[in-house]
């Protein structure tokens, strides 16, 4: 029932987004767009995107511990995670990869959990570290007092990083709670809360045995070069749609998008978020209202696109690899 209740939501807020941004556009202009697309372009735009989510897969490679698992099923992983993003409600597809993870190679949930939440961390540490040159770089475009926000942000990349550092120590603190609490409530058959004890402990060792490798450097240098792809897909879309804009400024716009997406709003995939983020991103770098919406409706479709088509081949040739060999008489 609250999984329906939730659904629905999401499906509300979504088409609200959505609603509210087409009422702004003209859905033939849009249909225009995408059609006039130039070839070149969007071809670079899919290779680019193509290659950040190979790095992606490469970076999971570093941070997971326990096993060595294949590049190419890490990247099959990646793919299927990249598509769940966009279709699942609620931010639930990030709760896919731990799932294909386990569904793939084997590999524990809270390890998957602790990886992904690693990633993340490094992607938030990095869109600030972005956002605090762009702040420096592009003062007067910003609507707030430029020394509160640069104060702003360093600390926030402060606070990522103190996190990180010290996820270990807080999980097992926040278990060690849970057991007491657990054992008070044993009598009361509250066993839910002693599983939860037991999987926040688990991951404590997770993040520890992670931070134990000391892959720092890979990991960083992959998530920002994977950054640079992503953006660089913006970038050569946005040159597909006849949009002359200077990458800097285009980074700027980008931006803004990726931070409303990442914003806990319970939507269909990421659909609606990015599109008004994107929007108010590049009305910030002189686009019009009509041109913001429409062009972050058409690089999200165009990344849509080829994220499915990149997971139907991943599917069709992790079925391959699953299918039995026939046996010789």
């Given at each position: 029932?609250?999984?329906?209740?939730?659904?629905?939501?999401?499906?509300?807020?979504?088409?609200?987004?959505?609603?509210?941004?087409?009422?702004?556009?003209?859905?033939?202009?849009?249909?225009?767009?995408?059609?006039?697309?130039?070839?070149?372009?969007?071809?670079?735009?899919?290779?680019t995107y193509l290659v950040a989510i190979l790095l992606r897969a490469l970076r999971f490679k570093w941070l997971i511990y326990s096993k060595g698992i294949p590049l190419a099923d890490l990247f099959r992983i990646t793919a299927f995670y990249h598509l769940s993003l966009m279709v699942l409600p609620s931010k639930l597809g990030e709760l896919s990869y731990p799932y294909f993870l386990n569904k793939i190679s084997g590999t524990n949930v809270t390890e998957g959990l602790a990886s992904l939440i690693a990633s993340r961390v490094y992607d938030f540490f990095i869109m600030m570290i972005i956002l605090l040159f762009l702040a420096i770089g592009f003062q007067g475009l910003f609507k707030v007092n430029p020394f509160l926000l640069i104060l702003f942000i360093a600390f926030l990349i402060g606070f990522i990083f103190f996190t990180f550092f010290y996820m270990s120590g807080f999980l097992s603190w926040f278990s060690n709670i849970l057991g007491k609490i657990s054992h008070w409530a044993e009598s009361r058959n509250f066993r839910f809360i002693l599983w939860i004890q037991l999987k926040i402990s688990e991951m404590a060792e997770d993040f520890y045995a992670i931070k134990a490798r000391k892959t720092y450097f890979p990991v960083s240098f992959?998530?920002?070069?994977?950054?640079?792809?992503?953006?660089?897909?913006?970038?050569?879309?946005?040159?597909?749609?006849?949009?002359?804009?200077?990458?800097?400024?285009?980074i700027l716009g980008a931006t803004v998008?990726?931070?409303?997406?990442?914003?806990?709003?319970?939507?269909?995939?990421?659909?609606?978020?990015?599109?008004?983020?994107?929007?108010?991103?590049?009305?910030m770098v002189g686009l019009s209202k009509?041109?913001?919406?429409?062009?972050?409706?058409?690089?999200?479709i165009l990344i849509f696109?080829?994220?499915?088509?990149?997971?139907?081949?991943?599917?069709?040739?992790?079925?391959?690899?699953?299918?039995?060999?026939?046996?010789?008489?």
């Open positions: 029932m609250a999984l329906s209740k939730r659904l629905i939501l999401s499906i509300l807020i979504t088409s609200g987004i959505l609603f509210f941004l087409l009422l702004q556009i003209s859905v033939e202009d849009l249909y225009i767009l995408l059609k006039t697309t130039d070839p070149f372009w969007a071809l670079l735009g899919s290779i992959t998530s920002l070069v994977s950054w640079a792809m992503i953006f660089l897909t913006f970038y050569a879309y946005m040159k597909g749609f006849g949009i002359e804009i200077s990458f800097t400024k285009m998008g990726v931070i409303a997406n990442a914003l806990p709003i319970s939507a269909i995939g990421n659909w609606g978020t990015l599109e008004a983020g994107w929007a108010a991103g590049f009305l009509e041109k913001a919406i429409a062009t972050g409706f058409g690089v999200h696109i080829v994220c499915a088509v990149i997971s139907f081949f991943c599917w069709i040739t992790l079925k391959k690899r699953k299918s039995p060999s026939p046996t010789v008489p």
